[in-house]
């Protein structure tokens, strides 16, 4: 095998190793299990470096990130020979947000010889189709929306909190943190009747090719029990899990399910 996979919660990791010619090996964080895939070896980020040589002892040239890791908390008491040199680099990662540490995790990979492949270029399929998915189609109001929670994301992004926000007639009720969308969308549970919508889409200069916003059927089950009017996504920025439950799921709860263009 030529890739690893470095998988984190969720469907995600196995629905991307399903999609490759040849098995994948599999490395996951200490203390996260990702769904429906044996995992080959575990790693912390005090074990990185060993993570490193390991790969390119196995004849890996390739790898590719999928799930949600939480931000690691560093214990020096953990640290092995093979990572030591790396802590530098760990300190000043870990004093960036989300996208700058993850530039960085991306930056030592291809500095130590890997080619970093997203998952989107893995699976293509999951990629939001253009267009609407469900039976029930936006109305004004909620494209108009639709603009202002993609105007929202892109004002807000220097801050790194967050790629989802839900709005309602014209302004943004809630905004999108560590915490993520589906725990954003249950602390909102007043929404019937305001026709409020949860957009979700890529930060400015977020990296896609290790962090691509998704989107999937647990989603939509808790924007129809908080009284979303609709789902609308960035078509082509964000992955789809299991999109065929997706709609199914928007059209139980009567839903929009819509892929926006930017238009």
Same mark, same amino acid.
């Given at each position: ?151 929202? #994301?892109? *004002? /807000?992004?220097?801050?790194? $909190? =967050?790629?989802?926000?839900?709005? &309602?007639? +014209? ?35 977020? #990296?896609? *090719? /290790?962090?691509?916003?998704? $989107? =999937?059927?647990?989603?939509?089950? &808790?924007? +129809? ?39």
């Amino acid at each position: 095998m030529t890739l690893a996979l470095i998988a984190g919660r969720g469907d995600l990791p196995a629905l991307i190793a399903a999609a490759l010619d040849e098995p994948a090996f599999v490395c996951a964080y200490e203390g996260t299990d990702p769904h429906g895939l044996d995992v080959d070896l575990r790693f912390r980020l005090e074990t990185l470096g060993s993570l490193l040589v390991g790969l390119g002892e196995r004849g890996v040239t390739e790898v590719c990130f999928a799930g949600g890791i939480d931000r690691p908390v560093f214990d020096p008491a953990r640290l092995d020979a093979e990572t030591a040199p790396l802590v530098p680099m760990f300190v000043e990662a870990l004093k960036q947000g989300d996208d700058g540490a993850l530039r960085v995790v991306k930056d030592l990979f291809e500095k130590t010889g890997f080619a970093v492949r997203g998952a989107h270029e893995i699976a293509p399929h999951l990629l939001a189709r253009s267009g609407v998915q469900g039976a029930v189609w936006p109305d004004a109001q909620m494209r108009h929306d639709a603009d202002v929670g993609a105007d929202h #994301i892109a *004002t /807000i992004s220097a801050r790194d $909190i =967050g790629q989802a926000c839900i709005v &309602a007639d +014209g302004h943004v009720v809630a905004t999108e943190d560590a915490s993520g969308t589906d725990k954003m969308i249950a602390a909102c549970q007043d929404l019937a009747g305001q026709r409020a919508i949860l957009f979700k889409g890529p930060k400015q200069r977020q #990296i896609l *090719t /290790i962090d691509m916003p998704t $989107i =999937g059927p647990e989603t939509f089950d &808790a924007a +129809g029990r908080a009284g979303l009017a609709g789902v609308v996504v960035d078509a082509g920025d964000v992955l789809v899990l299991h999109a065929d439950r997706c709609v199914a799921l928007a059209d139980e709860h009567g839903i929009v399910f819509w892929s926006r263009t930017g238009e």
